[in-house]
């Protein structure tokens, strides 16, 4: 309709004055991020409806970040991980993102296969803009609960995969923080992270997980599944 085409374009005008604002006060663009999350926000995603809210996920993360005093102004979320209970659910879980996504790579780290899937449709919670989604295969002889494990956040624009100096000064920035740092020895791409519930954390590192994929592919250093890892265990 006439109404809903001059709506349009008011919000087009309305989205360019702001980036406008953004790029000569970027201080202005940081604040406007920050009042973009809001508690109890719906994700309007087919990845949300079947595998279940995810924005339920992000609501406590937001929620444990402003209590810690976290600016999520610079953050940006590259990825999200869901857990399987099972190796059916994890086959099944793939095969649903592959019609929602691409996959970017199907590997073993820690013993067994991990997908990580480009969606087709970014997951959108306020300002974040989520592309992948990571699952991983249940490890054989563990018990998981399934739903969404984690996100992981990428601290800087212009991180290497390799060292974690910008995470390091970024972590510094909050010291009072009582930062799991188990994984800051990883030799490709070491992160920190938060437990924020029993069933979900939140993990920063400096390099996006997709360049971290590509540079991998490119140089042939990832572990490809073996050709009867599942029928081995079906």
């Known amino acids: 309709s006439r109404q809903q085409t001059a709506d349009s374009r008011q919000q087009t005008a309305d989205r360019r004055v702001r980036q406008g604002a953004e ?22 995603h087919a990845i949300s409806e079947a595998l279940g809210d995810v924005g339920a996920m992000l609501d406590m ?15 940006y979320p590259d990825h999200v991980c869901y857990r399987c ?23 073993m780290i820690g013993g067994r296969p991990i997908s990580t899937f480009l969606l087709h449709y970014a997951i959108v ?30 601290v800087c624009e212009d991180g290497d995969a390799r060292g974690n100096e910008l995470l390091l000064a970024w972590k ?18 070491p992160d920190v992270s938060l437990q924020v519930s029993t069933d979900c954390s939140c993990k920063f590192h400096q390099c996006p ?7 991998e592919r490119k140089h042939n250093l990832f572990e490809p599944v073996p050709p009867d890892y599942f029928s081995q265990r079906s």
């Open 61 to 75: 993360v937001v929620c444990k970040l402003r209590e810690l005093g976290i600016d999520m102004a610079e953050l």
């Open 125 to 154: 919670y306020g300002d974040w803009c989520i592309r992948c989604v990571e699952v991983p295969c249940p490890k054989e002889g563990r018990a998981y609960k399934s739903g969404w494990e984690h996100v992981e956040f990428v």
């Open 85 to 107: 209970s099972s190796l059916e659910e994890y086959q099944q879980v793939c095969c649903m993102l592959s019609a929602n996504g691409a996959l970017l790579v199907e590997s």
């Open 23 to 44: 790029r000569t006060s970027p201080e202005a663009g940081r604040e406007r991020r920050r009042e973009q999350f809001s508690s109890g926000m719906k994700v309007q």
């Open 172 to 189: 510094e920035k909050y010291p009072d923080v009582s930062w799991d740092l188990r994984a800051l020895g990883k030799e490709v791409n």
């Open 209 to 215: 997980l997709d360049r971290v994929i590509e540079e």
